[in-house]
């Protein structure tokens, strides 16, 4: 897959195209406006994570281009205002996802996958790990073609973890990904390793130890 | 007033003594020229006997002094006594003295008095209401231009967008009055604005650096081999970013408010956004809770804040639960309930609502939870409400929290 990452802020555009290049991704980065806009036209991605306020000009406005040119490409908005009306917005004009700095990298890679996923990009609705198999659209786990009865919380959580494959998770990164945007989540996390120990019961006992433990509080979900 | 009724009691005095003066002299004259005409028509006709009592005529041997004295004499035709001036002199005509006494009527001086306060008291009458109408319509055209800035002033809101319009006036004091409040206003205004704007502005432009901050660790968790010690620092900080990060969303929500960004109204139903809220941190955190008392309760706000005023009710009724109790939530027709167990009554229960109060010592705590609930009570015209209640037999109580939605 070929990302733009267009985000003005060097260090955060760095650390975003390192955590996708490392699935074999190829991540071009782009500073301002103008250097987004001529790579947009002379160059073809699958998907442009578009920082809306770039120092030069408006990423809405790269966006309507983007939108008018017919591409076929997907657009992630990331935002420092959390605003209802900019969300809208930013859909309206055809963003696929609309994120609010400050964000985990993991939490961007699992809305990239998910709009990569959508028909439209020539995605699949399964995701595939090992003898796992999610079914997105149905949102159900197979195992060897088995469905695994899971709670929809299990559900989104395995989902999270094969989008993340091979990463280190920590807790507050998995819970904040579980309570979602718009919550005013509670500040305890004692919550997580009640999901977590579930889910890790209903795979292990198909055979499945994937969910490891990292650094001695973190996760990490890998078939090694 | 009172200088006012002093001059006219001085001038009724001086009138009235001027006046009597005036009316003795005129009787004078008269009776002097009635005598002489007496004397004249005697000259002709010797035995003229007069009209008494107004003018009497008797023949004498002597001559006597000319006498100018007050008199009374009963008068048949009126039946009563009057008073009278009268002169009394001698002549001699024709070798004859005549004693003539000519007498006129004096006008009383209770009558004179009446006269005067009569008039006088009807003069005052007439110039009051005719000043009082006169000045009434006269103040009302020239204070017009002042009670319509009073009123635009009343209703002068800090938090409105556009400035304060006065209406001019010819009036110089006006003119000046005016551009003092409108240069105060549209100062007040600005710095209004200005800080509001600085609040929302610092909690925006802090986003990009905590992005930064947490895409960094984020990197150094997958990057080289960390041990566990610095794991758990580079986690713990990681929470830190998150305090900051529900921090800066909360103070953006207040900010917001003021600044009347949520304009979408609609109706919206309160169980509905409860039930949601309840179910998320019952599918989440497994928490336990009951509804007893459930009528529907469709209120007019945005549906964004009516989803803010649940979480953070349930998500505060859930952070000072007590363990293995459930939460209470109750519906009523113009209000809703939030119940929770806890060991003892808050110290300050009057600063519950109060921006960054905090009762418990639990590290997390933003203490803007309620505080913004207090605004959007605020904003839309709600009336929140906490009360403890404990029976005296058990060693828990209940913190109860009620929204009236009434306006």
Redesign the interface.
């Given at each position: 897959m070929k990302f733009l990452i267009a985000e003005d802020?060097i260090?955060?555009q760095q650390?975003?195209a390192?955590?996708l290049s490392?699935e074999s991704n190829i991540c071009e980065v782009a500073a301002d406006y103008i250097e987004t806009s001529e790579k947009l036209d002379l160059y073809e991605y699958d998907l442009v994570v578009l920082d809306i306020n770039l120092v030069t000009g408006s990423g809405l406005e790269l966006l309507k281009k983007l939108k008018n040119q017919n591409k076929k490409c997907g657009v992630i908005i990331?935002s420092?205002?959390?605003?209802?009306?900019n969300k809208l917005e930013g859909l309206d004009v055809g963003a696929d996802d609309y994120i609010?700095?400050?964000?985990?990298?993991?939490e961007l890679n699992s809305r990239i996958k998910a709009v990569l996923r959508r028909g439209k990009f020539g995605g699949e609705d399964s995701l595939i790990f090992e003898e796992i198999r999610l079914d997105t659209l149905s949102r159900t786990a197979y195992f060897n073609e088995k469905p695994i009865t899971l709670?929809?919380?299990e559900y989104d959580l395995l989902l999270f973890f094969i989008t993340n494959k091979g990463?280190?998770l920590?807790?507050?990164?998995i819970a904040?990904h579980?309570?979602?945007d718009?919550?005013?989540?509670?500040?305890?996390f004692d919550?997580i390793y009640?999901?977590i120990n579930n889910l890790r019961k209903k795979l292990t006992s198909e055979g499945a130890k994937y969910i490891h433990t990292?650094?001695?509080?973190?996760y990490l979900f890998t078939a090694e | 007033m009172t200088t006012s009724s002093i001059i006219m009691i001085f001038s009724g005095i001086a009138l009235y003594l001027s006046l009597k003066a005036l009316l003795e002299s005129e009787i004078e004259e008269e009776l002097y020229s009635n005598k002489d005409r007496v004397e004249r028509l005697l000259l002709s006709k010797p035995d003229l006997k007069g009209i008494p009592p107004i003018m009497v005529v008797e023949k004498v041997k002597d001559p006597q002094p000319t006498v100018l004295n007050d008199t009374l004499i009963y008068d048949p035709l009126q039946d009563e006594i009057e008073l009278f001036r009268q002169l009394a002199g001698t002549k001699e005509i024709n070798g004859q003295e005549y004693k003539i006494t000519v007498r006129a009527m004096v006008i009383e001086s209770e009558n004179i008095l009446f006269a005067i306060v009569f008039t006088f008291l009807a003069i005052i009458l007439v110039a009051f209401v005719f000043l009082f109408y006169l000045n009434k319509s006269r103040n009302a055209t020239l204070w017009k231009p002042f009670f319509l800035n009073l009123a635009k002033i009343k209703a002068f809101s800090i938090k409105s967008e556009t400035p304060l319009t006065l209406t001019e006036s010819d009036i110089i004091e006006f003119g000046d009055l005016n551009r003092e409040i409108i240069s105060l206003t549209t100062k007040v205004q600005a710095d209004y604005h200005n800080l509001k704007q600085f609040t929302e502005d610092v909690s925006h432009e802090m986003q990009t650096p905590l992005a930064i901050m947490q895409a960094k660790i984020e990197t150094l968790f997958n990057g080289v081999k960390i041990d566990d010690s610095q794991y758990e620092q580079l986690d713990s900080l990681q929470n830190d970013i998150r305090r900051l990060k529900n921090l800066n969303k909360r103070l953006i929500i207040l900010a917001k408010i003021d600044n009347n960004q949520f304009t979408d109204s609609q109706f919206v139903s309160i169980n509905e956004s409860f039930q949601e809220v309840l179910l998320n941190f019952k599918e989440l955190a497994s928490i336990d809770y009951k509804i007893e008392h459930s009528e529907e309760l469709t209120v007019k706000m945005d549906r964004s804040l009516a989803q803010v005023l649940a979480n953070n009710l349930i998500s505060n009724a859930v952070k000072h639960n007590l363990e293995n109790q459930p939460i209470k939530v109750d519906f009523y027709k113009n209000s809703v309930q939030i119940v929770n167990s806890g060991n003892s009554e808050l110290a300050n229960p009057e600063q519950v609502f109060d921006r960054f109060y905090k009762e418990s010592t639990k590290r997390d705590s933003s203490g803007l939870g309620l505080s913004i609930v207090k605004k959007i009570c605020d904003y839309y015209g709600f009336t929140p409400s906490y009360s403890f209640s404990k029976s005296p037999e058990s060693t828990t109580g209940f913190h109860k929290f009620e929204i009236r939605f009434t306006h």
């Open positions: 802020e260090e955060l650390s975003i390192k955590y490392q990331i420092a205002n959390n605003s209802l009306e609010t700095k400050p964000f985990h990298l993991a709670t929809r919380k990463r280190v920590s807790k507050s990164i904040e579980l309570w979602g718009d919550s005013d989540m509670l500040d305890s919550f009640v999901h990292a650094y001695g509080s973190g | -």
